[in-house]
Each structure stands twice: as structure tokens, then as C-alpha cells.
């Protein structure tokens, strides 16, 4: 786990350029700034956002384009109704978390599954990444938010090659999601 805060901020970044490099384009995500992110936090009645959160925010806090393809993520889309969905998730669970009150929610995936931080945890510059499955788990599968991302980021070469077989194949390809590739 990469616990230094400029270490972890260096990986979030080493991973948004890997994935630009594959062919992403740049302008496919937009950035949040410090003072909307702040914002963004206490709306889910937390202070402190994790350094490594705060960049990946950073880098796409407003428009997360494929990357969390299917769910809610970001300023945007998780907001003050995130939270509670995602704690009334867990009274049915055993619940390892110490402050899960506290959590600070970063994905609804479809209104069942969450990704979270342990409110204990904020306080970290990268901390571990909790799942939380409505009915069936909650626990920490990511052990860092800088793993999260990484284990999360789109794999662009495989959607390319998906696409370029559909489009031999004379299907369609959504033109929106085509526009967050460089195609050449």
C-alpha cells in the first residue's frame, strides 16, 4: 500500500497517463476543483478526502467518461442521497468497518453496490477501498485508493479492438462513447 501522500498522487497520475498513452483522450474526463470537491465532501458530512481521492478527483470529478462506465462517480452523480443508500446497505451485513458512519462514498454502482472509505480511514493519503454489495459483503478488496483506480481504469486496447470488430461487422457503435477514443 502506497502511504506517502505524494507517492500515492504520483501513482493516481501514473495510471490516468498509462491510460491516456492506450489511447483515452485527454478531454474524455473533467476535472473538479478543491473548493468543489470540499463541497462535494460535506455534503456527505465528511471534512477530510483522502489525497489520493482528491487527485483522482482532480483528473475527473465532473466527467469520469468510461471509466466508471455504468455507475455513478464523482461530484455530479454521487450526492446526498448516496450515502444513506449505501449504509442502509449494511445493517443486514456483518459490518468490519470502524466508522462506517463516516464513510465517504465514491461509486454506486446501480444502486446496490458501493465503494467506500471507512470513515476511520480518511484521515490516510491512501486508504483502503471498501465494496459494500447490498445484501451480500462489505469489505475491504482494494487495499489502497491508488489499487482502486488502477484496478478500475478502462482497458482501452481491448475496447478498441471491440470496436473495430463490431464496426467490421457492421454493428453499431454508440458515436459518443467512440468520441472518448483516439481512433487513429
Known amino acids: 500500500m502506497i502511504s506517502n501522500e505524494r507517492t500515492a498522487v504520483d501513482a493516481v497520475h501514473a495510471t490516468f497517463d498509462r491510460v491516456i498513452a492506450e489511447g483515452l483522450k485527454p478531454d474524455a474526463t473533467a476535472a473538479a476543483s478543491d473548493e468543489q470537491i470540499d463541497a462535494w ?24 467518461s468510461v471509466w466508471f ?13 448516496t450515502k444513506p443508500d449505501a449504509l442502509g446497505a449494511l445493517p443486514q451485513l456483518q459490518n ?7 464513510m465517504l462514498v465514491l461509486v454506486d454502482h446501480q444502486a446496490y453496490q458501493y465503494h467506500v472509505i471507512d470513515g476511520a480511514d480518511l484521515a490516510q493519503p491512501n486508504p483502503p477501498v471498501w465494496l459494500i454489495s447490498e445484501e451480500e459483503m462489505a469489505e475491504a478488496v482494494w487495499p489502497s485508493v491508488t489499487d482502486w483506480f488502477d484496478a478500475n481504469a478502462p482497458r482501452v486496447k481491448d475496447q478498441l479492438e471491440r470496436f473495430k470488430r463490431m464496426r467490421e461487422s457492421g454493428l453499431w457503435v454508440d458515436p459518443a462513447r467512440l ?4 481512433l487513429g
Request: proline letters at 2%; one cysteine or more; hydrophobic letters at 50%.
Open 179 to 182: 468520441a472518448c477514443y483516439e
Open 41 to 64: 465532501a460535506a455534503v456527505q458530512g465528511v471534512s477530510v478526502v483522502p489525497a489520493a481521492v482528491r487527485e483522482v478527483l482532480r483528473l475527473m470529478g465532473h466527467g469520469h
Open 69 to 81: 462506465a455504468g455507475s455513478a462517480f464523482g461530484l455530479d452523480t454521487v450526492d446526498e442521497e
Open 96 to 102: 468490519a468497518m470502524v466508522d462506517a458512519a463516516g
